[in-house]
Structure formats: structure tokens, C-alpha cells
């Protein structure tokens, strides 16, 4: 086998590729439109190899572990058939992916800061640290309990559109209620919870699940635990910001 | 690394006053002074969601599920080209000022009914697809330039008016999938009428 048709080295020129239109936005902007050299050239190029690297490996961490490790855990459950057992998985899966991660923490802690500069809390660390725990508390609980109900819905075999409607409902009612701070934190938080790790492990749960249980179809079935996990965030977070 | 720090940083050069050649104590700009930064949005949004590592686990898994009916690639140009539109569209929402909250009704609505013109079978993934576009590379890019413009323009508030990109780059690629479904499906219907 030669060197160029080794998979990892395909993949890393795929990834390359995934990369280039980010470098070519950068760059073109750079020169042509705000005409200023570009800083750290030498930083650009390390970086830029570190991401494809980082892309390369996650792919192939994917295939080898990711998908197979939601999957079997998918099948096993089916196969046990203890309904209340996959939902307490399911339920804390959400909330354990989800309160760990990064991304959920820097916007906890961005809209702590704001909470303290509009007054709604007092300015000291302690109250930030608190209310910034509070949100992403209530954003963890919102995951797990949309993993918890999409789970339930491959096992009835709903249809997703009800849920996502019921949601959707929910959001326009609660938003003329809710604080206005937080109406902009809230909204952006659905998208912020479905992170690198979660969305394969819950994908492949989905798709496994619709797989191993008679008369549920994966295409139809399999999908929609991320879009119900991007939406209850938004609800919880406004009532967070009502109670508190 | 040093790829996010400087799309940070072009984000501010891009709404700084001497770069819109406007004087820095003018109290109302007209939205179409902001061209460049709407065209920027689109492309940084664009590129950011096709080199998403969880997108491309979702297409992946798609085209596997779908025996290839769905192409991965094909999926992930869609989702781009409704991250772009969206965040093109919400940075325009923060120089003109006006509410959020309409935006997303109007592209709720929106989706409600493509939901029910769309083929059942793309549905979860259209609605799946909102979700997985925004993570580890697009969040802090897209944040850094919703903030940067909200503290520039006059009048705009970043506490109130800086977040909410997020929010419209994870309801478009929805608007988008589904739409992709359909021109698909039109096509074929099309084309098999004629044959």
C-alpha cells in the first residue's frame, strides 16, 4: 500500500480540505478588506496543523469508539427491555455531558458577569459563582430530561414534530414572562449545550435504539434527541430566570 | 488556536468606526454601512460549520442510516448554507436593533410549515441538524463577533443585543435541511414526470 492511499493520510487530507474555506476567509478579509498584515503567521500555521491533526484523530476516534460504544449500549437495552432502566441512562447521560461542558461554562459565566452589571445580582464573586452554577444546573437538567422524553418517544413511536411543536409552544409562552437579560442568554444556551462528544454518543444512541426495536424505522425514529436537547434548554433557562 | 483569536480580532477591526469610515461620535449609522460585516458573518459562518466536528459525525451517520440517499457531503453544505444565512441575517438583527424574539416566532413558523410539505424521512435529521452545527468551532467565533458588534454600534447594548447569534445559526440550517429535502424531492418528481 502506498503512503497516499493509507487511510490516515487520506483523512488527513480531507480534513485539510474540511479546514481550507476558514483559512481562505481569513485571509482574504485580512489582505483584501481590512488591508493589515497578518499577526503571528508562525501561531496561524501551528494552529492550523494542530486543528487538522485534531479533526483526523477525532474522526477515527469516532468510527473505533464513539458510534459503537452508543450503539451496543443501545442494543443492550433493548435486548434487557427495562424501560425504566434506559431512562434513567438516558437521563443521566444528558445531564452528565452536558454540565461538564466547556462551552455551557464560559456562557454561564459571561451571563453571571452581566447579571451582576444589570443588578439583578450583587457584584460579589460569590453570587456570580452561584448564579452561574444555577444556569448551568438548569441547563444539564433541561439535557437530561429531553434525552430522557426523546428516548421515550423512539420507544412509543411518536412522531417528533409534536414534541418539537409542544416546545416550541413552550418557548413563545415563557418568553414574555422572562426576565429580558436573560431572553438572549436563554435562547443561545439551546445551541451551546450539544457538544463535540455528546452529539455522536447520542446520535448513534438514537439510531441504535430505532435500529433494535421492532417497527421503528432509524431514519424516521433515530434522529431528533439533539433537536429536543436544543430546545428545552431555552424553556428552563427562562424559568430559571423567572424563580430566581 | 491562533485561528480564533484573529477571527476575534477581525471581527472588532471590521465594526470599528475608522474602518466603516464614519466619525466616531455619530449617533446613527444607516444598516447598509455594514455590508462587509454581513458578508463576513456569511463566510465565517459558512467555513466554520463545514469543518464542525459534529456535523460531520451526524452526516456520517446519516449516509450510513440512509444507504447513501442522503450524501454526507451534500447534507453538510446545506447546513453551511443555512448557518450562513442565519448569522448574516443576525448580525444585521444587531445593527438594526430590533427584537429577537420576532425573528425566531417568524422562523418557527417557518419550520412548522416546511414540517409538513417536508418528507417524513428527513425530518429528525433536519431538526437534529439545527442543534450540531453550533460547538467547539463556531461558538467562540460566532460569540466574539455578536459581542464585538454590540459594543461598537452606537446605541446597541452587548448585555441585551450581543447574544442571539447562536440562536439563529442553530434555527436556519432547519429552514435549510428541510428546503434542501424538498428542492430534492421536486427535482426527482420532476424529472420522472418528464420521463
Not at chain 1, 209 to 234: C, E, Y
Not at chain 2, 47 to 69: D, F, M
Amino acid at each position: 500500500m502506498s503512503f497516499f492511499k493509507h487511510p490516515f493520510v487520506k483523512q488527513l487530507g480531507s480534513s485539510f480540505l474540511d479546514l481550507a474555506p476558514i483559512l481562505a476567509v481569513v485571509i482574504v478579509f485580512q489582505i483584501w478588506v481590512i488591508k493589515q498584515p497578518i499577526p503571528d503567521l508562525g501561531n496561524l500555521i501551528m494552529g492550523t496543523v494542530f486543528v487538522v491533526l485534531g479533526l483526523t484523530l477525532f474522526i477515527q476516534g469516532l468510527e473505533l469508539g464513539l458510534f459503537p460504544i452508543g450503539e451496543s449500549m443501545a442494543y443492550a437495552f433493548a435486548k434487557k427491555g427495562s424501560v425504566a432502566w434506559l431512562l434513567t441512562f438516558a437521563f443521566c447521560l444528558g445531564f452528565g455531558t452536558t454540565v461538564a461542558e466547556p462551552a455551557l461554562i464560559a456562557v454561564a459565566n459571561e451571563a453571571a458577569n452581566i447579571a451582576a452589571k444589570g443588578k439583578l445580582i450583587s457584584a460579589d464573586l460569590q453570587a456570580k459563582a452561584g448564579y452561574a452554577m444555577g444556569l448551568r444546573l438548569s441547563v444539564a437538567l433541561s439535557v437530561g430530561f429531553a434525552i430522557m422524553v426523546g428516548v421515550l418517544r423512539i420507544i412509543k413511536g411518536w412522531p417528533l414534530h409534536y414534541l418539537i411543536i409542544c416546545g416550541y409552544a413552550a418557548v413563545l409562552i415563557i418568553t414574555p414572562f422572562a426576565p429580558k437579560e436573560i431572553i438572549g442568554i436563554a435562547y443561545d444556551s439551546g445551541g451551546v449545550t450539544t457538544s463535540t462528544i455528546t452529539v455522536p454518543l447520542v446520535t448513534a444512541l438514537g439510531i441504535g435504539l430505532a435500529t433494535a426495536i421492532k417497527g421503528r424505522n432509524p431514519m424516521i425514529d433515530g434522529f431528533g434527541l439533539i433537536a429536543f436537547a436544543s430546545l428545552t434548554p431555552i424553556v428552563f433557562v427562562m424559568a430559571y430566570g423567572i424563580l430566581r | 488556536m491562533a485561528l480564533f483569536p484573529l477571527g476575534d480580532l477581525m471581527a472588532k477591526q471590521l465594526t470599528t468606526p475608522e474602518f466603516l469610515g464614519i466619525p466616531a461620535e455619530a449617533t446613527e449609522i444607516s444598516w447598509t454601512k455594514y455590508g462587509w460585516v454581513y458578508l463576513f458573518a456569511a463566510c465565517i459562518g459558512f467555513a466554520t460549520t463545514l469543518a464542525e466536528p459534529s456535523l460531520l459525525a451526524v452526516a456520517i451517520k446519516a449516509e450510513t442510516v440512509s444507504g447513501g440517499t442522503i450524501g454526507a457531503f451534500g447534507l453538510r453544505l446545506a447546513v453551511s448554507v443555512g448557518v450562513a444565512l442565519g448569522i448574516a441575517l443576525g448580525t444585521f438583527r444587531i445593527v438594526t436593533g430590533s427584537e429577537l424574539y420576532y425573528y425566531i416566532i417568524a422562523g418557527y413558523v417557518v419550520v412548522l410549515i416546511q414540517t409538513a410539505y417536508a418528507p417524513k424521512i428527513i425530518v429528525g435529521l433536519a431538526y437534529d441538524s439545527g442543534g450540531v452545527t453550533t460547538s467547539t468551532v463556531t461558538v467562540p467565533l460566532v460569540t466574539a463577533l455578536g459581542i464585538g458588534l454590540a459594543s461598537t454600534i452606537p446605541g446597541r447594548n452587548p448585555l441585551f443585543d450581543g447574544f442571539g447569534l447562536i440562536a439563529f445559526a442553530s434555527l436556519f440550517p432547519i429552514i435549510s435541511v428541510l428546503a434542501y429535502s424538498q428542492i430534492a424531492l421536486w427535482r426527482s418528481k420532476h424529472s420522472s414526470s418528464h420521463s
